[in-house]
């Protein structure tokens, strides 16, 4: 079984730590940034490369300095990129759920991300 490439985005370092330990239970390889430029910044580096080095999930907070993640999944999906890109937020009202779907999310999970959250991504996107 191939190894699963995870962007994490997330400027809370508390929400890092629960977040990587859920991933790395999982068995998943993740990176990780802290607001969306930085995101924009990792995914365009991997899209310019051979392509194989893409990212299968981008897990996503929104309010986070410089770039919020509505603005990120934007910009990601503005360069052409197709990756799974799933909301991971405490803002959870229909209409912020509305707005990251309106801005290119696949989908939302409310924070925090559990064991539970992510198997169901995995398998609801095909990466499990």
Known sequence: RRRIRVLLVEDEEIHRVVARAVLRAAG?????????????????????GAGAGAYDLILTDKQMP?????EATRQIRAMGVTTTIV???????PSDVQAFIAAGADDFTPKPLTKEKLSHILSKFGLA
Not at 33 to 47: C, H, L
Not at 66 to 70: L, Q, R, S, V, W
Not at 87 to 93: E, F, K, N, P, R
């Open 87 to 93: 909301a991971v937020s405490s803002d959870s009202l």
């Open 66 to 70: 410089i770039m919020d993640g509505h």
């Open 28 to 48: 998943v390889e993740a990176d990780e940034a802290e607001n969306g430029a930085e995101a924009v910044r990792r995914v365009r580096e991997r899209v310019g």
